[in-house]
């Protein structure tokens, strides 16, 4: 008898900079996804590491700050569709990091700015308005772009 293949989900993680009423948001440049367009500091899990862990290897590689994941708090999972697969999000508040925050990696960003929570770029990215929509509103948990059945 054959074994069944387990599903799998694709694992990423994002992380909310939030100061004074305003949060931190990247543009992406040449990465061939939402290009153009603003997201969250994030990244994917690589395997054999938390998802904190993974949230702060990720705001060292693109913000060059330093997070502890005791400062690390869960504030939304989403269960998202992407066109042909799967994805699990966990968004996270970091609510204290150490360093300057700038961008680290120029060739997959052009802009890392503050912008007010009540006042996003027309251009961020779908699915990052609406976690951040859920953070404000206090929901835990969302599904997300799923085709109407």
């Known amino acids: 008898m054959a074994v069944k293949e387990r599903f799998k989900l694709i694992p990423?993680?994002?992380?909310?900079?939030i100061k004074e009423?305003?949060?931190?948001?990247?543009?992406?440049?040449?990465t061939g996804f939402e290009?153009?367009?603003y997201g969250l500091v994030a990244g994917h899990a690589d395997g054999g590491e938390t998802m904190k862990n993974a949230m702060v290897r990720e705001a060292f590689e693109e913000a060059g700050v330093k997070l502890k994941t005791d400062n690390l708090e869960l504030v939304l999972t989403m269960h998202r569709w992407h066109g042909d697969h799967e994805?699990?999000?966990l968004f996270f508040v970091a609510k204290d990091w150490k360093g300057e925050i700038k961008n680290m990696e120029p060739n997959k960003c052009d802009?890392?700015?503050w912008f007010p929570l009540d006042?996003?770029?027309?251009?961020t990215?779908?699915?990052?308005?609406?976690?951040?929509?859920c953070y404000l509103n206090g929901q835990k948990y969302i599904e997300f772009g799923w085709p109407e059945k």
């Open 125 to 133: 990215i779908l699915y990052i308005r609406s976690a951040i929509d």
């Open 111 to 113: 802009d890392l700015s």
């Open 119 to 123: 006042n996003l770029p027309s251009n």
């Open 12 to 17: 990423s993680v994002y992380a909310l900079f």
């Open 21 to 30: 009423q305003k949060i931190l948001l990247l543009r992406r440049f040449q």
């Open 87 to 89: 994805r699990i999000d």
């Open 35 to 37: 290009d153009g367009k």
